[in-house]
Every structure is written in C-alpha cells, then in structure tokens.
C-alpha cells in the first residue's frame, strides 16, 4: 500500500489553493524559465518514444521525471544531456539553444543509472576526471576533487578503485563526480534504483541537501512515485511519451487531470458516473455503485447527463459502524482487513457487489475487539465532497 | 561416482598423452647426443649450440621474428579498430556483411585463405605492377589479413561486455570522441588488445601453409625452413629449433590466456560485488 511521504501536509493542503491543471509555482511568473523544452518529440524509426513533450522548469528546482517503464523517461533525459537529437523540437537552457551541441559542449552532467564509472581510475581520478577540460590550476583541481570527496563523505576511499566499495559508495562516487564540473544543471537516472529501501530513503536526503548546499538544478528520473514526491518541488507523469500532467506532489497527487494520474500516484477507487446538476464549487453525480448521489468538487465543463469518473481515495474514506450525517455516506460489509501496523486496509463490499478499498489509520492503540470495524461487519462509509474527484478521461 | 571420476582421470590422461607425448619426445631427442634420431646416446646440447653457429637458420628465424612483429602489430591495430566499429556501432549500413566478413576467416581452411592471397597478388601485379616479386612484403601482408581476425573477435567480445555508458560518461564530463577512445575505451579493452597482439604474433611465428603461398625465393621463413629439411630427414638440430619454437609459442599463448584470464576473474568479481551490494 503506497502512501506518499507528505500525506499530512498534502491534506492540510487540500483547501482551495491548489487547482486542478496547476502548472508552475507561484514564482515562475516572473522568472524566465532556466530549462525550456519545446515540443520535443524522439523517434526511433517509427517507434514514438517522447512525443511532443513541453516542459518549463525553474533554477534550483528538483524536478522529477515519473512513469512507467518503458514511456520514455530516459530517452528524454538524454535528449538534454545531448546523447539523442531529438527529432522535433527544441531545447534551451539558461537561454541558450542547445539542440545541436554535443554532450561535451553542454553544462549539464548525468548521473547513469549504472553509475558508469570508469572501472581503471580510483575514486578520487573518477571524480577529478571531469575536472582536466576546466580551466583550473592543478591546486584548484586537487581542492575541488576534495572538497567533493567531503561532500560524499568518502574522502577515506579516494584510492579506492570502483570495484573495491559498495554500491551505495559507488552511487555516491558517481554523483559526486557529476556534480564536481559544478553544472547548471544534473540529470539523474534512477539514481537510487539500486540501493536497498533503507539505504534509498537515507540518501534521498542526502540528495535534497547536497541540492540545497549546491543550488544545482536537478531532474530526476525515477519510476517510485514516493521517491518522486519526497524528492521533488515538482514533476511530471508520464506516459507512452507523453506528459499527462505537470505540477507538485500536492497537485497530481489532489488533483490528478486523468485516470492515468489518479491511478499512477497511490492507490484509488474508481466508479462509473453521471452528472445530474453542477454548481460553481460542487457537483451532483450518480453513481449506480455506489447505490446513490455524491457531491463532488465541479470541475470546469460538466454538463448534466455527461458520463464521467468519480474518483476516490482510500484514505480519504471514513469508517464508521452507525450511519451519522454526513454526506457521501453509503453502507457496506468488510469482506476483508489487512493490518499494518500504522494503518489498515479495508476491503468493503457495497450493496452492487463494488468492492471499494479504504485505508484507515490506526490512531488509538486498540485491540481486536476496538478496531472501526470488523470481517464481516456492516459499515457505514462517508467521505468529503472536496475528496470526490471527478475525471472526465 | 568414484569409478567414474577414476574413468575421467584416465580419459584425461590419454588425452594429454595423446596432445604432448609427441612434442615431449622431440624436446626430449633435441638434448640427444646422437646423430641418429631413433637412438639415445646421452645427455648434450650440442644441438643447441650448433643451431647458434647455422647462418641458415638464424637467418630464417630472424626474417620470421620480424615478419611475426610487424604483421602482428599491423593486425592489432586493424583488428582493434574493426573490434571497436563491431562492438560500438550498432547500426551502420552493411553491418551485418561486415561483420560476416570479418570472422569468415577464422573457418577459412588456411590453404584457401593462401591460393586467395596468391591469386590476389598475381593479380595485383598484372594490373598495377605490384608486387613485382614476393617475398617479405607478400608474406606480412597475408600474415595481417587473416591473424587480425582473432584482435577482431577478442577486442569484439571485451568491449561488448562493457558498459557503453562509461564512455558517455566519459563524454558527458566533457572530453571529445577521440579523449574518451584515449582515456577509457583503450585502457578498458587494453587486455584484449595485449592478447590479440600475442595471438597474432605467434600464429604468424608458425604459419606454414599461407606463407608457402605468398613467399617467394630467397624469402625462407623459419617454419618453411624446417619444413623442407625434415622432407629430408629429421635431424637433432631441427628437434632443438622445434623446441625453441614450441617454448616461444607456448609462453605467448599462456601469457595471452593469463591476460584475459585475469581481466574476465576481476570482471567476475565487480560482477559479483556489485550483485552483494544490490542485496
Ligand atoms: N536506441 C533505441 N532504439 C529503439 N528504441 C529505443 C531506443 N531507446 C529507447 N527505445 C525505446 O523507447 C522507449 C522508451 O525508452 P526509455 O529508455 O526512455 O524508457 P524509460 O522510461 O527510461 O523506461 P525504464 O523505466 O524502464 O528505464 C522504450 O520502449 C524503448 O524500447
Ligand atoms: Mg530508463
């Protein structure tokens, strides 16, 4: 059961700042973008890998690249970096076009996703490598490679050889030699696709301050959709190469633009609906599942009689064994519950047959006979009109 | 389980017998103290020693070294170079025919391979008067063509292996094509190429078959030297210069194997580490 880091701040910030399509933060009205790409699409052959991808993104930013395998993350990753030219359109960074320069003419450093790093050089040489295309003093260099080393924490593996430290040494090895160049802008490809859960959380913050003592923009690719919310200021979702939906973790997560999103990012239930009335702030749908109406947060465009989806998330669900005034309440039965420890997972059958997913955190201490509820239980469960996402694809 | 590993012993036995038992008597006849090959009369090197004094030999084996150098360096850098194209570029018009083409050798039976390269150079010196004659230069060349196909397959087969993303790396941090082919491709492949080079070396130190093609009078290497006198009998003094070039053979063969031996153990073993450090 995925649960995405920020939950408690997402929700105190489900309020009315957020808007659904929400494309940049408040402050890229006035700042021109750092990285612009324009329309870029890549083919390979006839096979569309990026397509018609367009993408604003700020000084300082993490940006997160997010997606399935296969839809085209790394394939616009080394469109930046210079590796493939795209087929259609353009990139800029810092304003300048750099559609046709090599990779060794751009400001920008890639951290692999194998880490490349070159297998004959010790530590400290994989790091200084970058380094002899500078204009620097051998002094300058030694005290860059150092100060590096510093950054990372492995100054005591300098004369080390790849193969002689761990993988997440390597890992670190291999960003503090993308980052020693001091480029305007690091792409990373599943930096941490290969560490262990532990050691992938303890370095994502290492990622986040490194970020912050360097002022580096980065844009990470990354298929963990909590690694992409923990990392990130924003990101895009994608898909079959194309974006679905650009914003922060709080929009796609709150406000997902598409049953791709909604179902990409965390968990969901999904219903059949159609629009009966619709009013500035909310909606009336019917849902034959649910066995009645639901009050939804209007989206922009219904009309009454129009098919749409109703989404909801299981967490946003609220469990209860008598009826209470709410509204959204319908009845159902626990066919099933998983035990997490922090949280619950309930499965619950509604009159339709409909099995609807709820999540229920386990605040009280409680124990088998206090729990919300019980296998086999009848259970009323209500949720909030600002919780009822509509979806229109 | 214990018969059959008893079985296995002596297989392996017989097979080795069966490989070195004839090369071992002829070292063993080279310390022979008489003339006659089938009879032992004492321990000498006397053999040795008149092999030093043979102005013949020394000079067939001399001509032979050089033309083992120069067609073995010649070979390693081409077949470097197509290694390199085959495992690098993926995609190229003819890829395929290229790369049929380059390891077709390896099957060629050695006296096709040599009336081609004889044809060729008829040929060539009916039309543009080149070669006039054979001899060294004929040789070496038909040494290169067809000992640059093992450099070919070796370097093919360790750049495969390598992670293609080090080089980009490598270009990323901002060094050109032919920085990143000086400062990681090369050292990468470097094994390789030392092994090639040792190949190539000793296949050309004891080629009979091509070099009886595509020499010419006066031009007598040390193998065909010792090919035409043993058609006269076998004496001690060609055991003790088979032995010699058995031992030259043998060391750079074992040294190659030893070179890519080592480079595929430490492979194996940042294999291996970086699988523990994935756990
Ligand atoms: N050189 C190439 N030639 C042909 N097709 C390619 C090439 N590179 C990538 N593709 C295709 O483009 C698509 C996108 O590949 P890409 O590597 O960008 O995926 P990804 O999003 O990084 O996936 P993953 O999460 O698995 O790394 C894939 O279907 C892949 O097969
Ligand atoms: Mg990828």
Known sequence: MPEPARTADQRAATTVAAFPGAQLPQTSVKAPPFIRIEHVTKRFGTFTAVSDVTLEIQKGEIFSLLGGSGCGKTTLLRVLAGFEAPTEGRVFIDGQDMTDLPPYERPVNMMFQSYALFPHMTVEKNVAYGLKHEDMTGAQRAERVREMLDLVQLTEFAQRKPHQISGGQRQRVALARALAKQPKLLLLDEPLAALDKKLREHTQFELMEIQEKTGTTFIVVTH?????????????????????????????????????????????????????????????????????????????????????????????????????????????????????????????????????????????????????????????????????????? | MRRRSTFLVTMLCFGFAFFYVPILSMMVYSFNGSRLATVWGGFSTKWYVSLLSNRQILNAALLSLKIALLSATM?????????????????????????????????????????????????????????????????????????????????????????????????????????????????????????????????SLDDVVITNFTTGPGTTTLPILIWSKVKLGVTPDINALATITVCIVGTGVAIAGVILNRAEKRRDRDARMAYQANQ
Do not use: C
């Open chain 2, 75 to 203: 070979a390693t850098i081409l077949g470097t170079m197509a290694g390199i194209a085959l495992a690098r570029f993926k995609r190229f018009r003819g890829r395929t025919l290229f790369s049929g083409l380059v390891t077709a050798p390896l099957v060629m039976p050695e006296v096709i391979t040599g009336i081609a390269s004889l044809m060729l150079f008829i040929l060539m010196a009916e039309w543009i008067g080149w070669p006039a004659s054979r001899g060294f230069t004929t040789v070496t060349l038909a040494h290169i063509t067809f000992s640059m196909v093992f450099v070919t397959t070796i370097v093919h087969s360790r750049l495969s292996e390598a992670d293609a993303a080090v080089e980009e790396a490598a270009m990323d941090l901002g060094s050109r094509p032919w920085q990143v082919m000086k400062d990681i491709t090369l050292p990468i492949i470097s094994p390789a190429i030392v092994s090639g080079w040792l190949l190539a070396f000793t296949i």
């Open chain 1, 224 to 393: 963990d959709q909590e690694e992409a919310m923990t990392l990130s200021s924003r990101l895009a979702v994608m898909d079959k190469g194309r974006i679905m939906q650009i914003g922060t973790a709080t929009d796609v997560y709150e406000y997902p633009n598409s049953r791709f999103v909604a179902g990409f990012i965390g968990s969901i239930n999904f219903f059949e609906a159609t629009v009966r009335t619709t009013g500035a702030e909310t909606a009336e749908v019917e849902v034959p599942d649910l066995g009645g109406n639901v009050t939804a947060r209007a989206i922009p465009g219904l009309a009454p009689g129009q098919p749409i989806t109703l989404a909801v998330r299981p967490e946003k669900v609220h469990l209860a064994r008598k009826r209470h005034d709410l509204p959204n309440t319908f009845p159902g039965t626990v066919q099933s519950l998983a035990y997490f420890g922090k949280d619950s997972l309930y499965r619950i059958v509604l009159p339709s047959g409909h099995v609807m997913l709820v999540n229920s955190v386990n605040a009280r201490r409680a124990g088998e006979h206090e729990r919300v509820a019980d296998w086999e239980d009848a259970v009323f469960l209500s949720f909030d009109p600002a919780a009822a996402i509509l979806l229109k694809d």
